[in-house]
């Protein structure tokens, strides 16, 4: 779709809701008294970590291969992914029938390289050569892509990646109105790497005439989507920074995204590693639900937020994206003991 996504009407994001809806799984809204203390607000918590292949990629990239031409789904496609959107887009393309390349970075977990295979993609890994790893596994798959007349798909950058996203903003919407709860939501925190999720549940509230504050999640050292909001135009992360959130390590917002967070997004916050640590944990033993570092982070913000001085309001929904990590690594990231 090449015309403004901000022009989204409601009857579009909802034949995108019905489309994506037929194979993917309708995720709980849950909620804990426990967790409500500890944020001083009431949560509400989107568990797409329990969506098929483990992450809410799924939704985006089933989108977009629905919309390629016959001759573009028999000859395939190729993407670069650190491991989400890889899994993601291979379970769409095994759906589907097109064939599935995909570029890592070599470093990425274990775990999401052997989903990757199992959903029957082929793996291809990028080298580093001390640019942004990013950057390396895009340039990897452009050339793929052009010595094997793939179609190249990028994970966020992209309009049906983004419109295909906007599912979880509708089903989100459609459970939270089923509480019957007497005020809307007051903000709705989103994990942001490149922004595409953050965008296509935008376009969901904005076709929803949703009065929600959208706020977006970003690990420290990788807010370069606040930077871009606070400047009016994009920013780069020059240097890469340590942090456990590793699908949240976009080089900038993509130009696609970014247009439409422009005109939407209330703010961004940042987690550090040590929010996130504690996200997790809380997940695991109020909700028992197993999250990802990035996954967790938007748990993380609605946790800290109030003891920073950020005023979420009193009915806070987050999402938590993801939980493809190994159990060893789980344990040990929720065992370690907080930094005082």
Same mark, same amino acid.
């Given at each position: ?22 194979? =993917? ?101 990028? /080298? ?5 790893? /990013? ?31 906007? =599912? ?8 939270? /109105? ?80 970014? =247009? ?53 309001? =009193? ?26």
């Amino acid at each position: 779709m090449q015309t403004s996504l901000l022009n989204t009407p409601w009857s579009t994001t909802h034949e995108v809701f019905e489309t994506v809806r037929t194979i =993917s799984r309708e995720t709980p809204l849950l909620t804990s008294a426990a967790l409500d203390e500890l944020a001083g607000c009431r949560l509400f918590i989107k568990a797409e970590s329990l969506q098929h292949t483990g992450s809410f990629k799924l939704r985006g990239a089933f989108y977009r291969l629905k919309n390629l031409d016959p001759a573009q789904r028999e000859i395939g496609v190729v993407a670069f992914s650190s491991g989400n959107f890889a899994q993601g887009l291979a379970r769409a393309g095994q759906i589907l029938g097109v064939p599935v390349t995909i570029v890592m970075p070599h470093d990425v977990p274990q775990m999401k390289v052997l989903g990757t295979k199992r959903y029957g993609a082929r793996v291809v890994f990028s /080298e580093p050569d001390g640019r942004p790893r /990013e950057m390396v596994a895009a340039e990897t798959a452009a050339n793929l892509a052009e010595s094997g007349h793939l179609t190249l798909l990028h994970p966020f950058n992209d309009s049906d990646v983004v419109l295909g996203h906007s =599912s979880l903003g509708t089903e989100l919407l459609q459970q939270f /109105e089923a509480l019957h709860e007497d005020q809307p939501m007051d903000a709705l925190l989103v994990p942001a790497g490149g922004g595409g999720l953050a965008a296509g549940i935008a376009l969901a509230l904005r076709s929803h005439q949703s009065t929600t504050r959208l706020i977006a999640v970003e690990p420290s050292g990788y807010d370069d989507l606040a930077r871009s909001l606070a400047a009016g135009e994009r920013h780069r992360n020059e240097t890469a920074s340590r942090t456990l959130c590793d699908a949240l390590q976009a080089v900038s917002p993509g130009p696609v995204p970014f =247009s439409v967070l422009l005109e939407t997004l209330s703010g961004a916050l940042s987690v550090t590693d040590e929010d996130v640590r504690q996200g997790m944990r809380a997940a695991l033993e109020h909700l028992k639900l197993v999250l990802e570092p990035s996954g967790a982070s938007a748990l993380a913000a609605a946790l800290v937020a109030k003891r920073r001085g950020v005023d979420l309001g =009193s009915r806070v929904c987050v999402v938590c994206s993801g939980g493809n990590i190994a159990a060893a690594d789980f344990a040990k990231l929720v065992a370690e003991e907080p930094r005082h």
